[in-house]
């Protein structure tokens, strides 16, 4: 699993609320990514991280926010859920970045009410 | 192929036969192609990935061909075995300026091996 994990697994919430999920790896890759899943869509990246306080948007950006204070952790914000946020979130880590080879987390269901 | 929609497309297959994973592509400046498979529950893994300037590739029981002329690109998995059951995507990575190394995915391809 390349020593990816991503906390929770499994979320519901309403809508209007703040929700943070996290992104903890524990080979010290320098970038990490952030993708939504859906049908129809397949992985759209959202933002990613190319070091410590280091981040930058990607396609689907609006309505996210994202921090990286340390090395191991990369937290993926909803200020405020919509219905339309309602997605699988997958983490990704790689080390280098000319590499092709994401190692991706377990992901998170997020279901938004 | 990869199309547009909620509906991926499938391919179903005998165990011990060949699959083709077809996919077409956007972006003429993307330096390398990649598969990657995902399993039912998981996240998505890496197979195989093949420079713009190369036309095949080879891997264990993987071929991944490259047609730039009509922006097509294909996975060949020999013997497909019933572990071979996933979505697979094909991505095409960034080749310059601030947006080098991301990936953009396509849709996924449903394959399916039947014992």
């Known amino acids: 699993d390349a020593g990816i994990t991503q906390s929770p697994r499994h979320k519901v919430t309403e809508t209007g609320t703040p929700v943070t999920l996290r992104c903890h790896q524990t080979?010290?890759?320098?970038?990490m990514y952030w993708y939504r899943q859906d049908p129809g869509h397949g992985l759209r990246l959202i933002h990613y991280s190319y070091g410590v306080k280091d981040t930058d948007k990607g396609e689907v950006s609006d309505g996210y926010s994202v921090s990286r204070s340390k090395t191991e952790d990369f937290l993926l914000t909803l200020e405020s859920a919509t219905s339309s946020q309602t997605s699988v979130y997958f983490c990704a880590i790689k080390s280098g970045r000319g590499d092709n080879e994401q190692f991706f987390g377990p992901g998170t269901r997020l279901t938004v009410l | 192929g990869e199309s547009v929609g909620l509906h991926l497309p499938t391919l179903s297959v005998q165990e011990g036969d060949n699959s083709i994973i077809n996919c077409a592509y956007s972006?003429?400046?993307?330096?390398?192609f990649i598969w990657y498979k995902q399993e039912s529950g998981k996240g998505p893994q890496f197979i195989i990935d093949?420079?713009?300037?190369?036309d095949k590739r080879q891997g264990q029981r993987v071929t991944v061909l490259l047609n730039k002329t009509v922006k097509h690109l294909s996975l060949q998995i020999a013997a497909t075995q019933p572990g071979d059951s996933a979505v697979y995507f094909c991505a095409e990575r960034n080749a310059g300026g601030t947006s080098y190394g991301k990936l953009t995915f396509g849709q996924g391809t449903i394959l399916t091996v039947h014992p």
């Open positions: 093949i420079r713009s300037n190369m």
């Open positions: 972006n003429s400046a993307s330096d390398y």
């Open positions: 080979e010290n890759h320098r970038y």
